[in-house]
């Protein structure tokens, strides 16, 4: 049970848990969702049906309209949901994917216990995430560019600068590959690992629920 006192990260901040998720949908009002579900949609087979979890309604129904607007409403489809408690039966899909969400979650822990449990023996967790600059001179350059120019230039083409500051910081704040990695085996995960792309700017994570 979570303590009245207990505290998470908010970028460099340092919030009571139970506002996090409020912080962060103040942050992600808009922006649409389904990327990863349209792209496989593309390339898979006709049996092929995808299932969108977000917490966020607004972000839903842009990305039901997206999926619309593509002819693929039949096949993707749109759930209003929290990661720490998915509202699906156990070992319910082949595949979770997750890609520059997780970062959002308060506990982490808890949205990698339910990501195993709706997975079938034999499914695949994939997780796309902002990393760990580890390209030496690259590293320097990422973190100028990241706090200097990203929130200014948030503030010059969207009035918002706030949110951009929050992305840098949750970026820094996040588990380290190996970290994370270690955090997927404590959920279950077989075969859990990471490669990086871009000098570590993201990270791909992998593991099987076996």
Known sequence: ?????????????????????????????????????????????????ATVCDIN???LEVGRGRAASRHLDDRVSFVEGNAEALAFPDRSFDAYTIAFGIRNVPRIDLALAEAYRVLKPGGRFLCLEFST????????IYDLFS???????????????????YLVESIRKFPKPN????MMRAAGFSRASWQGFSGGIVALHSGWRL
């Open 1 to 49: 049970m979570d303590r009245p006192d207990q505290t998470t990260h908010f970028g460099f901040r340092d919030v009571p848990l139970g506002d996090k998720q409020t912080l962060v949908n103040e942050v992600f009002h808009a922006g649409g969702t389904g990327d990863i579900a349209f792209r496989a949609a593309g390339t898979a087979g006709a049996g092929f049906r």
């Open 57 to 59: 309604s607004d972000m």
């Open 133 to 140: 600059v580890d390209m030496p001179g690259l590293d320097r």
């Open 147 to 165: 706090f200097k120019v990203i929130p200014p230039l948030g503030r010059a083409v969207t009035g918002d600068a706030e949110s951009y500051q």
């Open 179 to 182: 970290a994370f990695v270690e």
